[in-house]
């Protein structure tokens, strides 16, 4: 069964401490996998597209990479407006014509204090 | 630029109650339209996309159905609304090209009472 786990749920980090955010998944073959940013109340805003094992994409404070069997994204020297949960989605490669059927998980709440 | 908007923002609705969740898309043509739910403490669920005007799949039964008038209108309905229909529906769009991003809109919170 195709799956996407995220760890950890929750995590706390002081402004400036640098960590790093899982994604797990299992899927018959990866067409993308995505990352997304969602604060509370609103509509997850795109962050990075993932399609091949090795690549890394930046943005600002944060960097995605994937492997053949997870993804990371590296957020360096956070500031509180970094604070927001953020999601991880795969697109399988037998979905037929539904290229929307993005498998998520659950996310992961990141809370930066100053 | 590609642009979302999908209305109302926030709604209360009694069981047993229509409903009617409206989303347009500017700035692009002939993009794929998605409709997902998220429900507390889970993961978003996509519940129906479209390819094109009239054609709309649904990706699980529920009380709910969708229907695209136009090529950038998607509406999400139903006739009579039940408690397990609360929750986060956001509407989405994408290309129509192999490697597709999913673009989200602002969402709607519904709660039915």
Known sequence: E????????????????????NCSYTVSGLRGLFWYRQDPGKGPEFLFTLYSAGEEKEKERLKATL????????????????????????????YGGSQGNLIF????KLSVKP | ????????????????????????????????????????????????????????SSEVPQNLSASRPQDRQFILSSKKLLLSDSGFYLCAWSLRTMRNTIYFGEGSWLTVV
């Open chain 1, 105 to 108: 998980g659950k996310g992961t």
């Open chain 1, 67 to 94: 492997t053949k069997k997870e993804s990371f994204l590296h957020i360096t020297a956070p500031k509180p407006e970094d604070s927001a949960t953020y999601l991880c989605a795969v697109q399988a490669g037998n």
């Open chain 1, 2 to 21: 195709d799956q996407v786990t995220q760890s950890p749920e929750a995590l706390r980090l002081q402004e400036g401490e640098s960590s790093s955010l």
């Open chain 2, 1 to 56: 630029s590609q642009t979302i908007h999908q209305w109302p923002a926030t709604l209360v609705q009694p069981v047993g109650s229509p409903l009617s969740l409206e989303c347009t898309v500017e700035g692009t043509s002939n993009p794929n339209l998605y409709w997902y739910r998220q429900a507390a403490g889970r993961g978003l669920q996509l519940l129906f996309y479209s390819v094109g005007i009239g054609q709309i």
